[in-house]
């Protein structure tokens, strides 16, 4: 365990000096802003840990039933049995199903995450009140969970038990859970409205005490700047892989795909079945590329970003510098790793492949860490909190 | 924020009236496009392999346009909180924030509009502008979050 050099982080002296020793308005038991802090770090770690899963156990089979599928296709084609063809195509469509709700489950527990920890930031431009804003926080962390958890079951749940044509009962859950999102995001919005027009009232006609938020304590430490600077560094190399990706690569891949595609067709019409088997692999190969360079892209930008909003609760963050400063490295190597890692998985195959799940792991350890650090913290105020009011 | 309402609105809009019917699209094409072809029907068969082709390239690019306007959005929301540790003058720091905020509504409009005009030279330079911007203003805010506190 790190050692503890001292009670509370200097950062605790935000605290105003009216309020009680220890006690830290902006970080109260059960405030919006712990919930959404919590329950935002927890998302996505969540989110990563599945997202690793997903990748070892279901990604690569995925990919070569989908494989196996078009084979049987071109097999169909070749006989001119057209009804083969169709049925086939229903089970690709239950495959890129069954992939499909998987990547999205995963995404969206992150971006939930990553909203929560955003809406975090800005609680103190929200004009509503404490009690608002918390039963708003608990809503939004427990639709982040609900969406991921209904776009998961949509696979499995299907269309059983359903009044609808075409949306099942998970499809269902996934919608209300998102239009809650929305809801939330929406009260937030206004909340900031009102914000922005008490702001140009004088400060003597605001009118309630209650409703303003300390804003975060301005640390200028080692593992903030970090995080900052690095996060921003990850989100700029995300952008200039991205271009080149759209520069050199897009176009050519959609020339591609359409072009192994006529191949493909063409040689099992002729009835070639060693040409089309050819021509899926290189259409498996295809689509690996363009997986792995948008999963690079995407996972540099949104680790990039995950490492700035960290950087907002360092301060929160009960461990010792050293400490601070390992799993800041810890989580910056990680998002480095992964996705140079994943990139690599075209030349090297699966040993890139398990070096980038390892970067997804230190990721979450690194999450894990900070996580742990701010439980500390917050159970840190809550007892000096009931110790001082013991004491009154 | 505008930003990212109105990302969220266009993302929201796109998935309810027009992301199923593309994605059925898609599929339907390349199904009947090798459906075609068992058959023995060759023309047919091209003509919704170019569909699937055409389709494809549209609902990439919506995709694209959507995810990039919200992330971008939520980019700027996390460094507007911040933009006063960019250790520059303010003149410059307000420079690198338009460069920011024109980047970032201007790339993914031009991705947007590649839909309607497939390969448009003009489009495709307006993203590259678009996307420059960014970058810059990214690499002037990294730059700006390393220097040192004490000449701000």
Redesign the interface.
Known sequence: MPAITRPFPDSASFAPANSAPGSAPGFAPMSARRLYIFGGIALIAAGLLFGDIFAVFILHQNAARQGEALVA?SR??A????A???E??SQL?NLLEDRGTKVDAHVHMIDAG??AM?LA??QPYIALSRQTKKSLAALFIASGVLLPAGIFLIHYVGLTGSPFAAIGWASVLADSAGALL?LVLTVQ?WG?WQYLRRRQLSEAELPDPELPDPELPDE?SMPR?AL??GG??L??LG??H??YY??TLLYEH?RM??AI??RL?NA??AGNLDAATTEVNNFGSLAGARAVNIAAHSHI?EFG?LA??L??VQPFVFLSEKWKRRWVKVLLGGSVILPVFVLLELKFGLLAGGIADIGGLMVMVGLVGMLVGILRYSGGLDVAESAAGGAR | MALAAFGMIYGLQYALFVEHQTLDHMGGSLAQSFSAAASRNLGQSQAALEQYGETKYDYVRQVDAHSHWVGLAMLMIVLGVIFERVNFSEGIRQMVAFSLLAGSALFPLAVILQTYHHGALVLKALAVVGSGLVIVALAATAWGFARPHTTA
């Open positions: 296709a169909a084609v006989a001119g049995n057209a083969a063809v169709n086939v195509f469509g990553y909203l955003l930031l800005v929305i919005a900031f200028d700047r900052l600077t921003t560094i989100v700029l952008f200039l991205g271009v759209a520069g959609e795909e359409t595609l006529q067709i099992a019409t930008i970003l700035m909003l950087s907002f």
